[in-house]
């Protein structure tokens, strides 16, 4: 039991740094630029673990962040309540995968320069939830009937940390950046579940830094993995502020 353990822990990690690191920082903000295989990876793992629309999820955050927490914000507790955005938005996300708008024109709108390259044309968005059972099928395989509890656990890790936590937590309680102008929050000093992103607040005040720690006791490990990145040469930093 202590190897499905340590793997569920892994896979799961790995997703939450892909979607703080590409889809987050990198792509919404275009705070980075990632090289193309370190970029095609993170594309491809949260094709497996995830089931995203990358030009849903950002184009979801990109008009959060211009609406955060008044009217036009497709996500806010302070406008729907936090049962809605941490409850009934968990749920929904599991099954709708961020599809929050009813609009083409808002998706296309606030989705661009995002990946548009033949992969994502005709398998990552046509067959996004494909991936899925791909990932089962790979559970199953290494772990038996075993793999069935983490794959469940996988795809409910980042609707819930993701959706529940920073989407409605994070705008509800905890303390702010004095620069901030919302009601978002940083739910916890220390980054390392949702990889920084807990560190939301900071995050609002300057969103154009990819660095979410902004006094000496918090830690952000999802700028950690960015620097090492970027120190390989799998990334290039774009914006600091």
């Not at 630029?33 to 094709?47: A, N, Q, S, V």
């Not at 629309?53 to 950002?58: D, M, R, S």
């Not at 990932?135 to 469940?152: E, K, N, P, T």
Request: overall charge positive; glycine content about 6%.
């Amino acid at each position: 039991m202590m190897y499905e353990v340590i793997y569920t822990l892994v896979m799961t990690h790995i997703t939450m740094a892909s979607v703080s690191i590409y889809l987050h920082r990198g792509l919404s903000h275009q705070t980075i630029t990632f090289h193309p295989i370190l970029g095609h990876f993170f594309r491809f793992w949260l094709w497996l673990t995830d089931g995203v629309v990358i030009k849903h999820w950002v184009a979801q955050h990109r008009k959060h962040h211009k609406y955060t927490d008044v009217v036009g914000d497709p996500h806010s507790p302070v406008i729907f309540g936090l049962k809605a955005i941490a409850w009934d938005g968990f749920l929904a996300t599991i099954f709708n995968r961020y599809r929050f708008f009813d609009s083409d024109w808002v998706i296309e709108n606030y989705s661009k320069n995002t990946p548009n390259d033949w992969l994502e044309k005709n398998i990552y968005t046509p067959y996004s939830k494909v991936g899925l059972f791909v990932m089962l099928g790979i559970d199953l395989l290494l772990f038996g009937w075993y793999g069935i509890l983490i794959w469940i656990i996988q795809m409910v890790w980042i609707p819930f940390w993701s959706n529940s936590v920073v989407t409605g937590f994070c705008h509800w309680w905890g303390y702010q950046h004095k620069d901030c102008r919302d009601n978002s929050r940083n739910l916890f000093p220390i980054g390392i579940i949702m990889v920084g992103d807990e560190l939301h607040s900071n995050h609002h005040a300057h969103p154009n830094n990819p660095n979410n720690k902004y006094r000496w006791f918090e830690f952000d490990l999802g700028f950690i993995y960015i620097k090492i990145f970027e120190k390989l040469g799998f990334l290039t930093v774009n914006k600091r502020t």
